[in-house]
C-alpha cells in the first residue's frame, strides 16, 4: 500500500454519521495512518432508494476518495456494503473493506467462546428495515453456521440522530423525558427480538448509530434478564482493518492522527451531530457536490 516513511490513507465512507463510529475505533488502533471521512448526506437515507441507486451513491463517493488519495477504503455502511459492496471493490484499484463480514467474524468468534452454548442458540442482529430485508448479515452468519434472527428497528437512528440519549453527565439542558422515550422504544424492540430468538447469547449491532445505544442496550437486557454478548459492528470493522493493515506494511508511529472531513450537504449539521458519533470536536468539514 505505503512505504514504511509514508502514512497510509485510510478512506472512510458512510451516507450520514453512523460512519464516525468505526473512525472513531480506528483512531486509536492504527494512530499513525491519515483519514478521510465522507459522509454523503444529500443523498441519505441511502435504504428507502433502490439497489441501482445505492450502489451508484456509494460508487460515486468512494471514487472520490480514491482520488483524495485513500489507500485502502471502509465502507462504513450497512446498506452500501449490503448491495453495493461487489460494485465499489468493481470500480476501485485498492483493498475495500465492509462492516458486514467483520461483525458476522466477531459474532462467530463470541458464539464460540461461550461458556453456556445451547444447541439452539442464535445470534440476534439488530439493523435498519433495508439491512434487515437485504438479509446480508443472515447470509454472512449462516454461511459461518450460525443461526440467525434479524430485527429490524427503524426507529433506532431518527432517535440517535436527534440526541435523544441518556446523558452521562447530567446538565441543565438535559430532558430525561426524551431519553426514556428512547429506552422504551428499545425495550419494545429488544422484547419483540428475544421472543422471536428467545435463546439467542449473541447480539450483533448491525447499524453504525448503535453503539451510541450499547450502555442502554446493556441496561435492557439485564432489566430482561437476558444478558448476551454484545458484538459491535463498528468496533470489528476496526479491528479488521487494523489487521489487514499490519500484514500489509508496517506503519510509523505517530501521536496524533491526520483527518480530514467531508459532507455533501449541511456542514453546520455535520459538525454538531458527528462530534458526538466521533466522541470529539469537529472543528472543519469541507462540503462537496458529488451530483444527482
Known sequence: MTTPSQPLTIG??????????????LLPLIPAARYIYLGDTARLPY????RETIARYAVSSARFLHQQGADLLVIACNTATALALDDIRAALPIPVIGVIQPGAQAAHTAATLSRNPQPDSSILVLATAATVQSHAYTQALTALGLNTTEKACPLLVPLVEEGWLPNPVPDTTHEPRKSAVTAEVLRI??????????????????????????PLIESTLQSLHHPMTIIDSAEATAQTVAQTVAQATPQPTSITPICTFYATDSVEKFQQLGSHFLGQPLTQVHLIDLGG
Not at 189 to 214: I, Q
Request: proline fraction near 5%.
Open 47 to 50: 435504504g428507502s432508494k433502490s
Open 189 to 214: 424492540y429488544l422484547t419483540e427480538a428475544l421472543a422471536a430468538a428467545p435463546h439467542a447469547t449473541t447480539l450483533l449491532l448491525g447499524c453504525t448509530h448503535y453503539p451510541l445505544l450499547k
Open 12 to 25: 472512510v465512507f458512510d451516507s450520514g454519521f453512523g460512519g464516525l463510529t468505526v473512525l472513531r475505533a
